[in-house]
DNA sequence: TATGGCGTAAAGTTACGCTTTACAGATGAT
DNA sequence: ATCATCTGTAAAGCGTAACTTTACGCCATA
């Protein structure tokens, strides 16, 4: 399974959905278009601000793109920490 | 209720719960006891990467720690978002 | 007194969200 | 054909944040 990037269900599930050009919605959300472009094609996260903006210019709550992009960013580094050898400790049976 | 900063709990919950200092701690998880001691002290955030490295050393889920960060970052711009003035987007009625 | 744990501060590195500006490609209308 | 619009993207700059190393002072205990 592909981790897919919050930004991609932000444009179809909301800005297309809407029929909205990336130009437009940027204004809608007060940010600028360069900002917009760069969540939408997955180069910047969805900040904790931007939650709250995509709330509440299109509805829902922050929870929601706040979530997806936890998700995204833990799967995003999923393999590399793979690799990282940190020992498990275990606590002393006796006290 | 208060919004309380995960590193909190990772104090209480964890450090506390298995008796071990900062200092042990910070080396089991392999960063520095100064990083450490900013994350108990609610001064970093618990970093995807920290997710990690605390489910590695003392097991669960790395996603408990994320959400428990993700909670905290929103409840913590929620009263300066409230006064983000956002016009709501009212699909036109009318394709 | 000496040791170890702790909070904290400064300085440096790296990284990222956001902005402004700007360029180029694609589409559509006149 | 020319123009306007939308789009992706790049560079530069700002602010911020995690993490590191180093270091200081405080406190408790052996």
């Not at 599930?13 to 990336?22: D, G, K, M, Q, W």
């Not at 995509?54 to 929601?64: E, K, L, N, R, Y």
Request: hydrophobic share 35%; proline share 4%.
């Amino acid at each position: 399974m592909r981790n897919i990037h919050p930004g991609e269900i932000l444009r179809e599930e909301v800005i297309n959905a809407n029929e909205l050009s990336i130009t437009d919605a940027s204004k809608l959300l007060g940010v600028t278009r360069t900002t917009l472009s760069n969540i939408v094609n997955g180069k910047s996260e969805i900040s904790p601000e931007m939650c709250y903006r995509i709330a509440a210019v299109f509805g829902g709550s922050p929870d929601i793109w706040a979530n997806l992009q936890t998700k995204y960013n833990l799967r995003s580094i999923e393999d590399k920490m793979k690799h990282f050898k940190l020992s498990p400790y275990r606590a002393n049976i006796r006290a």
